[in-house]
């Protein structure tokens, strides 16, 4: 893991008031509460006066039952539109002017983005956390290949100009900003957000047809058609296995499943779709296996929740999936967007129960020791520190 880089001179450090404030800056109430819960609170518990700039669709009870300051703001996701920006922009310049924190975290590239827009003239450090880049570096389009250059532009004159830096999670989207020219000591690597070990515990197998299951949104890059033709594979084979898909379509992403398709898969024989599940254990007690065939990931958090409650991963060997999957160690890793291959490791494990036991086992022990909120909150809260006060936080 990269050391906390020393940000520039502390004259750059803002002047703010005890208790210090941070603010959150995400496009999605419901992302902000599935995968940045444990950073917030492990930044309250530290002290800090936490606010959350978001879109809010239906979670202002639940952040406001944490105990943090909701402030609901227009996000645009999955289209260009100047205006829309614009607005956010305002909105965000306006929360600053009126929370003046001591340091922002924005949570994905289009709020580090904006967010650093809002943010020109201020002396307030921010941490953008860029969560495995997205469909713009993803996609091999046309519309991401124009885009690209401008993100990266964006990414070396905004977000990472004074005191700010770039956080990733693997080692893999590090190298892929340093290439892009983003300076090396400007990036720091924490390992996502922390899953909670405590409440996620090693489950029993359940009895009966092995089941793999598929946690996520069901977009084109998180694999899912490639998964569902495993299965079909599988069947056509007349091996006897379950897939269980929990997660919707995501219209605002470009790389969303058409609804149509969903429907057509939810008629074939031993696929089951469960649509939004909150209750993530409830998953993982119906499955054996945790599968995953991502494009790319920043660290997904669907494996760390299934490591953490014992299951074995299979995963595609790229950014991200690599961190938690461990082949021979906490399950397998297959060549991106194989069908076959796929179907020949989900084969592999659900005709080896012992297997699926060593491998389950060992998911969670790497889970506590790498992965647990308290563990990622303590590296999270101790970057905040470093970025605000630069000159406590110098590298050994």
Known sequence: MSRIPAPMPSAMAPQHRSPLRILYVVSED???LSHRLPMA????????????????????????????????IPFARGRIA????????FALRGILRAVNPAIVHQVALQAAILGSIASIGRRTPLVNALTGFGFTFISGGMKARLLRPLIVFLLRSLCT????????????????????????????????SGVDVEDLQPLPEPPGVPTVA???????????????????????????????????TDPANPASIAD??????????????????KDIASVWRQAHIAVLPSRREGLPKALLEAAACGRPMIATDVPGCREVVRPGETGLLVPLDDVTALADAISSLAEAPDLRRRYGAAARRFAVEK????????????LYRTVINPDNGRRD
């Open 30 to 32: 419901w992302y902000f």
């Open 41 to 72: 609170r492990a930044a309250q518990k530290a002290g800090f006066e936490v606010h959350v700039a978001t879109r809010v669709v239906d979670g202002a009870a639940a952040i406001a039952a944490e105990g943090f300051k909701l402030h609901p």
């Open 82 to 89: 100047i205006l829309s920006a614009l607005q956010t922009v």
């Open 161 to 192: 100009r004074n005191g700010n830096v770039a956080l990733v999670q693997n080692s893999d989207d590090r190298a892929a900003l340093i290439s892009a020219g983003v300076a090396a000591d400007r990036i720091v690597i924490i390992p996502g």
């Open 214 to 248: 598929f946690v996520g949104r069901l977009l084109e890059d998180k694999g899912i058609r490639t998964l569902v033709a495993a299965v079909q594979l599988l069947h056509s084979r007349g091996k006897s296995v379950h897939l269980l898909v929990a997660g919707t």
């Open 260 to 277: 149509s398709d969903v429907a057509t898969w939810a008629r074939q024989p031993g696929i089951q779709f469960l649509g939004h599940v």
């Open 371 to 382: 992965f647990s909120a308290e563990a990622i909150g303590e590296q999270t809260v101790r």
